[in-house]
């Protein structure tokens, strides 16, 4: 099983597999909303379910 990183978005507290990630400059993201720096505030994942608040 491979380990879980921490999403690269700066605010963002997901963890996610390689397998899962979005790459963007070598760097692992996880949703392409993280990846993309959330231009529009949406969250990281459309549930809003983790809890994260690095798209405010």
């Known amino acids: 099983m491979a380990p ?3 999403c690269a978005c ?3 507290t997901c963890e996610v597999k390689a397998s ?9 993201f996880c949703s392409e909303a993280c990846a ?3 231009p529009n ?3 990281c ?3 809003g379910t983790c ?3 690095c798209a405010e």
């Open 51 to 53: 809890g994260c608040t």
């Open 10 to 12: 700066p605010r963002c």
């Open 41 to 43: 505030h949406e969250p």
């Open 20 to 28: 899962q990630a979005v790459v963007r400059d070598g760097q692992s």
């Open 4 to 6: 879980a990183t921490p």
């Open 45 to 47: 994942h459309g549930s």
């Open 36 to 38: 993309t720096g959330h």
